[in-house]
């Protein structure tokens, strides 16, 4: 008898699996995540100063599907420490959010098409135009399409994101950002960029601007790049002709543990801002931390320079005195592109050193600081109104 029960219970079973469908099963999943405090310090905000530890933590899952399909799941928590108030009894989690969440697509029969559709970090080159803003504990991530097409030593990607939708109850007008972004690595003697970008916005954001540019990189005994774009088109309903020049050359020494880097960027500014006519560059969604020196005084531009536009001088040095450290040390003299009624076009200088130091594969530990110089024209455009100090520490462990 209970043999036979035995029997029962497998067939019944066997029927079951052979009727129920099975779930599909990934072939492998990679687990990723990140703790990132960090504490800062900063002299004057506003009329006085502040310090604070704010701190990002992610958790990610990577997941093979099949052959042909992976998806990518990213969850974030971005907090300032103390927050909430109570330890035991705020467990909102405000800032606890989705940062990353897509499928990408990569048929057998066409591997050199990639499609990733969902919410997705993506950055171009050097940021300079469109970034995924690391430094920022939130980081930046788009909502849309992208498609990569590689063939050789040459891609193109195309991406079409959506940044607002007015069918969604928190926003009012419908925001679209497109870009064509193509790379060459055997062009001469070095890598070609070229690209196009197009914002588009409705209602009170009246926008439809085209970004287009080219990137030229060279290395060797000396790496050096150059970066040219202009924009046209309308934004917030003034016709818009604003443009960028960026270059750089850079040499190593003592078998690469010196470089030092000329630097110089120029993003067009107004004269008159009141005429009807926008000539001031927009670097829309770039990385500007990385740029414009760490003590993030033109993070926004054109909103930072009051519309004047930039212009940055630089000196980069970067040093490797052990094999688990590095030094850097930036010296930035920024001023306007266009003076306007400014008194002066000196915006003031920056000195930044970071020292970072790898404790181990997974542990890294990052500290330095920055002190600005302002001058005359970095308080009459509402930013400075005197010389400022920030300073930072930061651990990072990775898995």
């Given at each position: ?233 309308r934004r917030t309903g003034d016709p818009v002709s604003a443009y960028m020049i960026t ?72 040093l490797k005195p052990a094999g688990d450290v590095v030094l850097e040390v930036d010296a ?27 404790c181990s594969e997974s542990l890294s530990l990052m500290g330095g600081g920055s002190r ?28």
């Open positions: 008898m209970i043999g036979e029960e035995r029997v029962a219970r497998r067939l019944i079973t066997a029927v079951l699996l052979a009727v129920v469908p099975a779930p599909v099963c990934a072939q492998a999943v990679t687990w990723h995540g990140e703790v990132r405090p960090r504490f800062e310090y900063r002299d004057p905000v506003g009329t006085g100063k502040d310090d604070f530890t704010v701190m990002r933590v992610r958790a990610a899952m990577d997941a093979r599907v099949n052959d042909d399909l992976s998806v990518f799941i990213q969850l974030q928590d971005v907090r300032y420490w103390g927050e909430e108030t109570d330890p035991s009894g705020d467990y909102a989690a405000d800032q606890f959010d989705m940062h990353q969440g897509y499928l990408r697509y990569r048929p057998q029969r066409a591997p050199w098409l990639t499609a990733t559709v969902g919410r997705q970090a993506t950055g171009f080159g050097e940021e300079r135009l469109v970034g995924v803003s690391d430094w920022s504990p939130q980081g930046r991530a788009f909502d849309g399409v992208r498609l990569d097409a590689t063939h050789g030593a040459s891609n193109v990607t195309i991406v079409g994101y959506k940044i607002g939708e007015a069918t969604a109850p928190t926003v009012s007008d419908n925001q679209d950002f497109f870009a064509v972004y193509a790379t060459s690595k055997r062009a001469g003697p070095g890598g070609l960029d070229l690209y196009w970008l197009h914002q588009r916005g409705e209602g009170a954001i009246d926008t439809r601007q085209h970004t287009t540019g080219l990137r030229y990189v060279l290395a060797g005994a000396v790496d050096a790049r150059f970066e040219g774009a202009l924009q046209r088109g270059a750089y050359a850079g040499r190593g020494f003592r078998d690469g543990r010196a470089h030092v880097t000329l630097w110089y960027d120029y993003l067009s500014g107004d004269d008159t801002p009141s005429d009807g006519r926008t000539e001031v560059f927009s670097t829309v969604y770039g990385t500007n931390h990385k740029s414009y020196g760490f003590a993030d005084q033109f993070r926004n531009i054109p909103a930072n320079t009051a519309g004047h536009g930039l212009q940055d001088r630089a000196v980069k040095l970067t930035h003299s920024f001023a306007a592109a266009k003076r306007g009624t400014l008194s002066t076009a000196h915006f003031g200088d920056e000195l930044d050193l970071t020292v970072a130091y790898a600005v110089f302002q001058d005359r024209a970095m308080a009459e455009i509402g930013r400075l109104e005197r010389d400022m100090t920030w300073a930072f520490v930061m651990l990072k462990a990775i898995f």
